[in-house]
């Protein structure tokens, strides 16, 4: 089974930042891609960034790119997002999610966190 815990959610004004965290534990053997989705009220979840299991390679949604940084420690087994100049519409539940790959798409995941809210004040 595994586990993942997500943290670091909250409140920040439009133009903030914030840094999400994911530590994972138990059978994560063979899903070895960690990556991050959301899901907005009455949308359904997407796919917003993806690491490979050394960090080396790592892949955004055009909304990410240039503000979302994702990054991952191996020896925490850890994935972060750090997320510069939010804007209301990034307001939304973000989950973070483990899978086999690949780790650009979002069929690459199948197993996903309870989820932290992020809300961004205009």
């Known amino acids: 089974q595994v586990q993942l815990v997500e943290s670091g959610g909250g409140v920040v004004q439009a133009g903030g930042s914030l840094r999400l965290s994911c530590a994972a534990s138990?059978?994560?053997?063979?899903?070895?891609?960690m990556g991050w989705f959301r899901q907005a009220p009455g949308k359904e979840r997407d796919f917003v960034a993806g690491t490979t299991y050394s960090g080396s390679s790592t892949y955004y949604t055009d909304y990410a790119k240039g503000r979302f940084t994702i990054s991952r420690d191996i020896v925490k087994n850890t994935v972060y997002l750090q997320m510069n100049s939010l804007k209301p519409e990034d307001t939304a539940v973000y989950y973070c999610?483990?899978?086999?790959?690949?780790?650009?798409?979002?069929?690459?995941?199948?197993?996903w966190g309870q989820g932290t809210q992020v809300t961004v004040s205009s």
């Open positions: 138990g059978r994560t053997a063979r899903r070895n891609v």
């Open positions: 999610a483990v899978g086999s790959g690949p780790a650009s798409t979002a069929t690459g995941y199948d197993f």
